[in-house]
C-alpha cells in the first residue's frame, strides 16, 4: 500500500458532485487518464467531509505502488465514481 498526502475539493451536489464525502469514502483516483482504487482519510474514519473546500488529507492507494515514481509533489488528479467526477486534488 501506497500512501501520500494531498490537497482535495470534493463538488458540491450543484458542481456536479456526490450529496456526501466522509472519511474512509473510496473513490477512483484517475493519473494520467488510469485509474487506481483509493481511500480518502481526514479525522475518524465515518466523519463528514464539507463539500465545496479544499481539505488536507491521507489518500490511500492499495495498488499504489504501480504509480509510485508518478505520485510527485503537484501531480493534479481527479476523484471518480465510475464515470462520475465527484471532486479533484494535488498531491502535497
Given amino acids: 500500500m501506497l500512501t501520500a498526502r494531498a490537497r482535495v475539493?470534493?463538488?458540491?451536489r450543484e458542481e456536479g458532485g456526490h450529496s456526501r464525502a466522509f472519511s474512509g469514502?473510496?473513490?477512483?483516483?484517475e493519473i494520467d487518464g488510469e485509474l487506481v482504487a483509493c481511500k480518502?482519510?481526514?479525522?475518524?474514519?465515518?466523519s463528514d467531509i464539507e463539500l465545496g473546500r479544499?481539505?488536507?488529507?491521507t489518500i490511500e492507494l492499495g495498488y499504489g505502488e504501480m504509480f509510485a515514481d508518478r505520485?510527485?509533489?503537484?501531480l493534479e488528479f481527479r476523484l471518480m465514481i465510475a464515470s462520475w467526477e465527484i471532486g479533484h486534488g494535488e498531491i502535497l
Avoid at 475539493?9 to 458540491?12: A, G, H, S, V
Avoid at 469514502?25 to 483516483?29: D, E, L, N, V
Avoid at 480518502?40 to 465515518?46: E, T
Fill in 9 to 12: 475539493y470534493f463538488k458540491t
Fill in 25 to 29: 469514502i473510496q473513490p477512483s483516483m
Fill in 40 to 46: 480518502i482519510l481526514k479525522g475518524d474514519v465515518g
Fill in 54 to 57: 479544499s481539505h488536507d488529507v
Fill in 71 to 74: 505520485l510527485k509533489q503537484g
